[in-house]
């Protein structure tokens, strides 16, 4: 049995002390692959330092995250645009809209989500959303530029299920986190009526715990936590949700 966690920020200063701990728990969880989203420029270097540091593969993506959209964006994207040519990336993002927290820079958000698009068809490599308070927006943006090319993952997926079928029909997965333990969330109500086939496993780390851990720093040790809530819903072995669900990322990350 093998988890892979498709998004952990494992590179930032919640981790600074004790990232050999937090791996050797991820490990000790057999979560043998960890998926890092890039934020910001200030981000990459230690985010790609840390594919070489660690003894659990871990896979550093490229992005601009829609809450570091600012009067800067120009200048983050060429920076980003001249790493994309120097090195593999595994993946796009994290990129998307947020409606949640500060709506000012919205529209050049959705610029950058664009700009990103090209990248994701243009390297053939999946596209991570971000999509706070905004998963309707985000999705017709994706829906607008969708073709053959394009791939990925919509995550921290909290929406309907209607939504779900958005995403669905664009052949694009779910990042499923600790929010599904969250007892007033009501996500297991939509979640055990869409078919597992289009669900990934992520923690979003440091952020997002699952219960017993909520309100705590998040790490990618706490997948299992995730996978059993899931196990719960569908009414399987955990080890068929850990099946499943690697399955799925391996081919959204196929090829990269």
């Known amino acids: ?47 790609i330092g840390i594919e070489e540091e660690v003894t659990v593969a871990c896979y550093a993506m490229m992005g601009l995250h829609p809450c570091s959209v600012n009067e800067s964006m120009d200048r983050e994207i060429r920076n980003m645009e001249d790493w994309l040519v120097r090195r593999k990336f595994r993946g796009i993002g994290e990129t998307g809209t947020d409606l949640y927290w500060d709506k000012t820079f919205y529209e050049r958000q959705v610029e950058s989500l664009e700009i990103h698009i090209s990248w994701a068809k243009k390297y053939r490599i999946p596209i991570i959303l971000h999509s706070r308070d905004s998963l309707d927006q985000t999705l017709s943006i994706i829906e607008k530029n969708f073709d053959d090319r394009l791939r990925g993952i919509f995550h921290c997926f909290t929406g309907n299920v209607d939504q779900a079928r958005r995403i669905m029909d ?55 936590l995730i996978a059993g809530k899931l196990a719960e819903i569908f009414g399987m072995p955990v080890n068929e949700i850990a099946k499943i669900t690697s399955e799925n990322a391996e081919k959204i990350f196929q090829d990269t």
């Open 170 to 224: 664009l052949d694009f997965l779910m990042g499923i986190g600790g929010v599904l333990t969250f007892r007033n969330s009501n996500l297991d109500k939509i979640i055990e009526q869409l078919p597992l086939s289009h669900l990934v496993l992520e923690t979003d780390s440091p952020y997002l715990a699952p219960v017993p851990n909520r309100g705590k720093r998040n790490e990618p040790g706490y997948l299992p």
């Open 1 to 47: 049995m093998a988890f892979i966690d498709t998004h952990a920020h494992i590179y930032l200063d919640q981790f600074g002390q004790d990232l050999g701990e937090v791996i050797r728990r991820a490990h000790e969880a057999t979560v043998d692959k960890i998926y890092m989203p890039n934020i910001d420029s200030q981000s990459i270097e230690r985010m």
